[in-house]
């Protein structure tokens, strides 16, 4: 299995998706540094203009962390597995004396473990510079978080997890609507739900619903994979 997996990071130059994170992981975290200390998300009366609930520089960086990941992600999985079978490269690979199913799982989780080390290493960067930053300047938000705790690491690498596997929800759309253009605005649809809120009420902030989902997300994974043997290719 460790062969495929390098072998698609290979085959689908990995070095531009590295790239590709590097330069968003730069974006965000200048971004979200300006935000909390260049005062861009201050009313001109100095006030923080951000709902209920997100007063806490936690919930801007995991709101922008997870929805770029999720479609970094989603992209991915799209040119890895829904192009190859549209291109027909896929044809080449299931001539191979290896069953689909792993062939399919190795390029799954190729996709899989890279954006989880990319979004958590992410998340890490972010947090430091914030942390870092809070020591001479003041920020706009609230700092809610101990870089020193072991709670904080656990949290943020599960938290991680949740928002790669989601991806496996828009590859199962994909595959099944034939579109690597579906696997992409599957994505920003879970973002919507995900993420956003109605009135008071957020999806973001309950601790019973990212274990669901990140259940549900490999539940469609293994619906994706589950008649590769006997399915026609796209």
Same mark, same amino acid.
């Given at each position: 299995?460790?062969? /495929?997996? &390098?072998?698609?990071?290979? =085959?689908?130059?990995?070095?531009?998706? $590295?790239?590709?994170?590097?330069?968003?992981?730069?974006? /965000?975290?200048?971004?979200?540094?300006?935000?909390?200390? /260049?005062?861009?998300? !201050?009313?001109?009366?100095?006030?923080?203009?951000?709902?209920?609930?997100?007063?806490?520089?936690?919930?801007?960086? !995991?709101?922008? %962390?997870?929805?770029? *990941?999720?479609?970094? %992600? #989603?992209?991915?999985?799209?040119?890895?597995?829904? #192009?190859?079978?549209?291109? @027909? %490269?896929?044809? +080449?690979?299931?001539?191979?004396?290896? =069953?689909?199913? &792993?062939?399919?799982?190795?390029?799954?989780?190729?996709?899989?473990?890279?954006?989880?080390?990319?979004?958590?290493?992410? @998340?890490?960067?972010?947090?430091?510079?914030?942390?870092?930053?809070? &020591?001479?300047? =003041? #920020?706009?938000?609230?700092?809610?978080?101990?870089?020193?705790?072991?709670?904080?690491?656990?949290q943020l690498l599960m938290?991680? $997890?949740?928002?790669?596997?989601m991806s496996f929800i828009?590859? *199962?759309?994909?595959? &099944?609507?034939?579109?690597?253009?579906?696997?992409?605005?599957t994505s920003f649809i879970?973002?919507?739900?995900?993420?956003?809120?109605?009135?008071?009420?957020?999806?973001?902030?309950?601790?019973?619903?990212?274990?669901? +989902?990140?259940?549900?997300?490999?539940?469609?994974?293994?619906?994706?994979? $589950?008649?590769? !043997? %006997?399915?026609? +290719?796209?």
């Amino acid at each position: 299995m460790l062969k /495929l997996i &390098k072998l698609e990071w290979k =085959k689908n130059n990995i070095g531009k998706y $590295v790239r590709n994170a590097c330069i968003l992981a730069a974006f /965000l975290c200048l971004f979200l540094f300006a935000l909390a200390f /260049l005062g861009i998300a !201050e009313d001109p009366d100095g006030t923080l203009d951000a709902a209920e609930g997100m007063n806490v520089i936690s919930a801007p960086i !995991e709101l922008f %962390t997870s929805m770029s *990941f999720l479609v970094f %992600t #989603s992209v991915m999985l799209a040119s890895f597995i829904v #192009s190859a079978y549209k291109n @027909k %490269t896929m044809n +080449l690979m299931f001539s191979y004396p290896i =069953k689909r199913q &792993k062939i399919l799982v190795s390029q799954m989780i190729a996709v899989w473990f890279f954006n989880l080390m990319a979004l958590t290493v992410t @998340k890490l960067l972010i947090y430091a510079c914030i942390y870092t930053g809070s &020591k001479s300047m =003041k #920020s706009s938000f609230i700092i809610d978080f101990q870089m020193g705790s072991l709670a904080f690491y656990i949290q943020l690498l599960m938290k991680s $997890v949740v928002i790669v596997s989601m991806s496996f929800i828009a590859l *199962f759309v994909g595959m &099944k609507m034939k579109s690597s253009k579906a696997t992409i605005v599957t994505s920003f649809i879970l973002i919507f739900l995900t993420q956003a809120n109605v009135g008071d009420f957020s999806l973001a902030g309950n601790g019973v619903f990212p274990v669901i +989902l990140t259940g549900v997300s490999f539940v469609f994974a293994a619906l994706s994979v $589950v008649h590769a !043997e %006997t399915k026609d +290719l796209l």
